[in-house]
């Protein structure tokens, strides 16, 4: 399916309407210079079918209608802009959409208007071939605009910036989104970290109520031992002591600094009161605790080992380092660019030296050629017994007029022998007529003779049959008679016809019977005669048809006889008009041809040796001038290059000199890589530095937010700060609970079994929580799993389809640019990151990832140039292998920006193939009227089969195009 027209109705930079007619065009050139609109109708093409521009989706305001439209459309009042696509296929399809100032869409497919959502789905289900439409999943799957931008229209801003960047996991969100995968990869992931969060929050939930039941188990256990206890022996601690004991630690939290358990100063009752409020400190104190635990894991399991002062210093060091570094790289670069230019003039001198070489040994060959006509030509002289150098071109000229005279000669008496032949034929011929014609008139008379007679023994026929049918007449009559009278059954004997009375009935009957006697004999007798006739005029007819056929013989030899005649008249005629010969006697003209004759046989030999000479001496004096000529071209081609004419024909030095070079450039790039190394380690130090001191810092004002204290941003001194808090609380802890103990045994009432069944009944509910947390637990591995299973599965099925274009990008990298230092580029997805890795040989995918690290990084290596070649190699690939869409179309914008000659004619050669093999209509863009003119040129299309548009101006009246598939037309 290729794109056949579009129209663009003050769309954007083309304001009025025009047409862009494309149809049967396999290649589409629009040349013109930046800010004139070529990018625009890529635009066009994009806006219609997706309902987007792909290269403004980063913000909403391309959706917005004065975006869309002209602006001095708009400024004029216009309140609507639209584009039209029409597309071959079975039947034409054609989209057309339309944006108006009050931001509403229209939208409408193959004539009819449809709703924006509905009419995507219309245009999905047209574009996308069967296989696809009888999948409502695969269907539903697709993303035009993801579609357009990776396999569709190639921008700048797009794949370049995917094998530029710096970031594997951005640019593996940017390939998800390329293949249309983003709903099987980040919303997937988001629907498990969801579903992760859900069940978080209840297996917290339980966590808290399974901690209640123990704390709880924990206070009736402290209750039931003191009565175990209690049981063995006789007395406990008096309300006094134990308000001792309670007032004392109460003082001791005044001294640690510590949250008092209430402001009086003295404890003087032993309450229910006193119970709790004691209870809730120890609560608070494991809270405490826990956070000073966890703060000390957080440093000892992250590792979190710095000082502030003097990992600062080593940042401030190593940022220097690297801003050295990085001044290394840029000389290195700038060293190997200039290299890399020597080279190329060195290359071109190492050209201009083959190409001397050529025309060395083509004036070898030619010098050859030249003895090997020379001796030809003494061959030639010794066998007429002359000196071909003596003869002159004037005196070969005379003697082939001559002979050529003599020739044409022959050949005129030999016509006008021929003449007069077909003369004396012409005579037979009309003596041969007039004979037929009296035959004919003789031929003729006897035909109407015979009709005559014919006709005569018709006319005797006709007579007997009338003489016939009367007699029959009378039989008919007596017959009806007979009849009557039997059928009457009656004794009449009196005719009823003829009135006659007989004397009885028999009489009658006799009557009848004698007439039809009589009426029965002249009949025969008629018919007798009747045949007789027949057989007469049988006989003549037969004579007659003889007759008639002979004539038509001679008439028709007559006719043939005739145009043998004028046929005849007609070449005499001709050939007397182109012969000169005026003799007529036919002997006088055999005696001439003889002696002509004679003399062309004597004088053959030496007429074709003279013609050899004359063609030898005109070949070595072409030859000869081209000696001269290839000189002057090897003058000229060595004067070219002055800078460097001490390699002009030294090509062994000229070699040594490139190696140099070469070598130089191979030791500068290793000498980069090592810099871009040392650069990347050290940034990464700085990097783990920034992490280790901001999670320190929140360490840091944790404990400071709990303990009320300032510290010093040290991990060794908040380690050591960490531990005395730990050791006094759980001392502090220790007291309290003790304390605890000794309210519950003087406050203690409560039966021993009471207890039990109460631990019992925590137990058991402890129990269940466990199970519930323990099934949580399984559900969370099992989701973690899941989570690493899927981001496997899916990095290996986009590897299996990268493997599937490997081989395609990398011939298109390779064909466009052949002088690529690396021979193989993998594109490798790993732990949802993509990698685009550069290597010297084609490794398998296991080799590949157990080398990953060894593998050279494209985005740091490639130049723009190469980036831009490699782009376009990996659009192309995506282009070739998709089979979902019916469109066959490939659109490039300006992709010459950063291309050297040899990668502009190597690009051609691979869209040529594509149009040609692939059956693709292939649309390009650019700013380079050289480019523009080459790509159609080289591409070797017939005049049909492409389209060149030429933008030459733009101003806010009008923009102007140049070509035949382009139109403007009325609103």
Sequence with gaps: MFIQKIVLNNFRIFRGKHEFDFSNKKVIVIEGPNGHGKSTIFDAINWVISGKISRYVGSSEHLQFNFIINNDALNKGVDEASVEIYLNSSETICIKRSIKNTGLQKLVVNGQRTLIREGQKEIVRLLVNENITNDANLLESIDLLSFIESTLILSQENLEVFVRGNKPTERYSKLEQILGLTRYGQDFKEYLQDLKKGYGAEYEGIGLEQNKLKHERELLNAEYQPKLLQNERIGSKSKESILNELNTFQGDLKNYSLQPLTIDQNFNELTKDEYELVKRYIDLIEDELKQLEYFEFEIKKKEIYVDELEINEKIIEYKNEIENLKRNILNREKGLERANSRIENLNTISRTNNYLETKKIEKESIITNIKSITENLKTISKNLEINYTDLTFEQISIYENEFNANNDRLNKLIKKKRIIELERRLNELKKEAEDLEKGLEIENKLVNDFKTRVQEINESISGLNIQKDSSLSLQINAVIHEVQSHLLDSKEQKCLVCGTDYESD?????AIRIELENSTKFINQVD?????????????????????????????????????IVSLQSEIASMRLSNSIDQEDIKKIHLEIEEVQKYI???????????EIKEGNTLINDLNQKIYDIGEEEKAASEKHNLYKVFIGDQRNLQMKINAINSYIDNGKIKVQEYNKKVGELEQYIQDSDRKLKLLIQIKLGLEKVLDCELRLNSSDILKFIKANIDLIKNEEYKARNILVQIEKYLGDIELREIETKIKNCDEGVSTYQKQLDQYSIMDEQLKNLITYHTEVQSSLINQYLGGLSFTINNYFRQISPHSYFNYINLMTKKNELFVLLNDKELEYDVLDENINESINASLTLSAAQSTILAMSIFLALNKSQNWSKLNVIGIDDPFQNLDDINAYSFIDVIAN?????????????????????????MNLKPEDYAYIKIQSYTRDAIEIESEQYRLLED
């Design 601 to 611: 046989q004597s004088n053959e030999n030496k007429y074709k040796g003279y013609i």
């Design 914 to 938: 594509l149009i040609l093999i692939e059956n693709r209509q292939v649309i390009i863009s650019t700013h380079d009227s050289d480019f523009a003119k080459l790509s159609v040129r080289k």
């Design 506 to 510: 028999e009489k009658l009957k006799s």
């Design 528 to 564: 007798i005669s009747i045949n007789e006739h027949k057989v007469k005029r049988n006989k003549v007819a037969s004579v007659l048809d003889l007759a008639e056929q002979k004539l038509i013989d001679f008439k028709q030899k007559r006719e043939t006889l005739e145009k043998d």
